[in-house]
């Protein structure tokens, strides 16, 4: 029977269940790096029966180092295991192999294939040992100038591609986090949703009996107002109030595009 005090230091070194560790030393005959290795080895087959588990906790960060940014979204099933060591050095493994990366990336299944048996080595290892399901909730690799915001929490995140002030840019990424906005202009709108919205407002404006000539300008006031909480320099802006986003937006300031990271 395996010693106790060899169980818990296994525990500690694998974050592996107690009845794991006790099994896995019992095997090895007390000799706790062959333990490891076993439940590495069982690891394989418990990453599989745990892959279909519902994953609702999360970590999220951006990292921009040497004119690169990257972004890794790490899902598991619990938060007690996002605030473990384990998790946290398993996080940090990945991101290594992300910052290694060329060109632009978005998206797990286009990362080299090299890198994704790499990552799937780590993550088959970590089921094994951890006893729930993690993986991969989002990738992105980037070279272009983008600002990066970790909300404290590392639960949201947001990207700003921009060129000029980083200030404007730092107030936008704070905007988008918050806010979840959909589009950047009133313009990336679907034709169909705004065709929709058109038509239903111009059918309650003829049941007002409004006047006909009235009717255009009523509607396009009253688009302008659905669609603002979707539209990123539409929105009121979360610093002033008084003022919406795109009042924040001056001089060479150029904003191409924005993401949003969350569950």
């Not at 269940?17 to 069982?42: H, T, V, W, Y």
């Not at 272009?144 to 002030?165: F, M, Q």
Request: proline share 3%; hydrophobic share 40%.
């Amino acid at each position: 029977m395996a010693d106790m005090n060899l169980i818990k230091q296994l525990r500690e070194a694998t974050f592996a269940p107690l009845g794991d560790c006790k099994s896995a030393l019992d095997e090895a005959n007390g000799d706790i790096e062959r333990a490891k290795q076993i439940l590495k080895e069982k690891g394989i087959a418990k990453a599989w029966k745990k892959a279909d588990r519902e994953t609702n906790e999360w970590m999220i960060q951006i990292v921009t180092e040497n004119g690169k940014t990257v972004v890794l979204k790490l899902l598991c099933e619990t938060d007690f295991v996002v605030k473990n060591d384990h998790f946290q050095t398993l996080f940090v493994n990945i991101l290594d192999l992300l910052k290694k990366q060329d060109g632009e990336i978005e998206g797990y299944d286009n990362l080299p294939a090299d890198t994704q048996a790499a990552i799937t080595d780590l993550l088959t290892s970590f089921v094994g040992t951890i006893g729930e399901n993690v993986k991969i909730g989002d990738v992105l690799v980037t070279s272009e100038h983008v600002y990066g915001y970790n909300h404290p929490g590392n639960k949201v995140a947001s990207l700003i591609y921009y060129t000029g002030d980083e200030t404007i840019a730092k107030k936008l990424a704070l905007q988008v986090a918050a806010m979840d906005p959909t589009y950047l202009t009133f313009d990336e709108v679907p034709q169909a949703e705004k065709d929709a919205a058109t038509a239903r407002f111009t059918e309650e404006l003829k049941a007002q009996w409004k006047p006909e000539a009235m009717i255009p300008q009523i509607v396009a006031g009253k688009l302008n107002k659905e669609f603002a909480e979707d539209v990123l320099l539409e929105q009121e802006s979360i610093h002033d109030n008084t003022k919406k986003v795109k009042d924040m937006v001056s001089g060479d300031f150029q904003i191409s595009k924005f993401k949003r990271f969350a569950i």
